[in-house]
């Protein structure tokens, strides 16, 4: 049996494809992956070498190699994590997202669809179980005030171009499942944490900043809050939903973790300030810069659907996660 994996080198792939190749060793898995800035194959050392895996790296939105994969390795599933997903590169470069999220979306589901069902709602018979995941954003349902949480049923309204291609992305996988009867489910996340996630992103960038004595930058007054998610708890509930969800059914996977930007900075630097103390506190490097533009106020998932559904709970709280994310940074910077 033969899976597909998109951006696999990434944060959230590389992740998911050890916790995969761990729990299920009789499956292969082929991750394609376009190698971008944010893709890295050192994420992947410690499973370059299993004899179930293959990495190619090769572009989502070239059909004409899609096709070939698809014929070569007559994959069971698909399970699409590649997408640009930095907000501040988005509104920088939103061409990038465009051609990324929304054409090669498009081009995955297409070529799927076209391999795996003979006529709109009838599978061929030797992939009737074939199922395409794709893993989304809660960035889609845009901002929250002060109350409330995002549901399944939350209505989208994206406020930058990188949720905006994400939320496009959604629908084509819906009208997939709708017009075709393609076997697909949708997971739309909380913002992750963990090892091997990009340098550019939040948790990452204090903790560097922090160790290399620079400023902690933090946009506005750090009161932006976010719903945070250990990426192995992340890993667990794809893996959940591409086993046993609901066909053409969406699943938010939230870890029920809000924490603003400035309380993040600062129990960064308060884990710092216990495993490398210095002569003052790490805090003392945190320093606020200009916001970014249409900056949402708050994220925040109602899991309770994937709980209720499915059984899944996160294992970690974020006061666990983040000691365990820290600690792998640092083991990670120092030996650069």
């Excluded at 465009?98 to 081009?107: M, R, S």
């Excluded at 709280?317 to 083991?331: A, Q, R």
């Amino acid at each position: 049996m033969n899976i597909l994996i998109t951006g696999g080198a990434g944060f959230i792939g590389s992740n998911f494809i050890e916790y995969h190749l761990e729990k299920y060793p009789q499956i292969n898995i082929i991750n394609l992956d376009k190698l971008t800035y944010a893709g890295e194959l050192s994420n992947l050392k410690a499973v370059e070498l299993k004899v179930n895996y293959v990495f190619i790296k090769g572009d989502i939105c070239d059909r004409s190699l899609i096709e070939s994969l698809f014929d070569k390795y007559r994959f069971s599933g698909v399970i699409h994590f590649a997408a640009e997903s930095h907000v501040d590169n988005s509104i920088l470069q939103p061409d990038a997202f465009i051609q990324t999220n929304i054409f090669g979306t498009f081009t995955l589901l297409d070529v799927a669809k076209t391999f795996w069902m003979e006529e709109p709602h009838k599978h061929r018979k030797e992939f009737k179980n074939n199922r395409f995941l794709h893993v989304s954003t809660d960035e889609v349902y845009g901002s929250l005030g002060k109350e409330g949480l995002f549901t399944e049923q939350t209505p989208y309204a994206p406020n930058s171009p990188y949720s905006a291609s994400k939320a496009s992305s959604d629908f084509l996988v819906r009208s997939y499942f709708h017009t075709y009867g393609l076997n697909v489910v949708t997971t739309n996340c909380s913002n992750n944490y963990g090892p091997k996630q990009h340098d550019e992103k939040l948790i990452p960038t204090v903790i560097r900043k922090a160790i290399n004595g620079e400023n902690i930058p933090i946009y506005g007054k750090g009161q932006n809050i976010r719903d945070w998610l250990y990426v192995l708890d992340h890993c667990k509930g794809i893996d959940l939903v591409y086993n046993k969800g609901k066909a053409g059914e969406t699943y938010n996977i939230g870890g029920e973790n809000e924490r603003n930007n400035l309380y993040i900075a600062n129990i960064i630097c308060e884990v710092l300030d216990e495993i490398m103390p210095l002569k003052k506190s790490y805090k003392d490097q945190i320093t606020f810069v200009n916001d970014r533009p249409g900056h949402d106020y708050r994220y925040a998932i109602d899991a309770s659907k994937i709980e209720k559904e499915l059984g899944w709970r996160a294992d970690e709280n974020f006061e666990s996660g983040i000691k365990k994310t820290v600690n792998w940074y640092i083991n990670k910077y120092s030996n650069k």
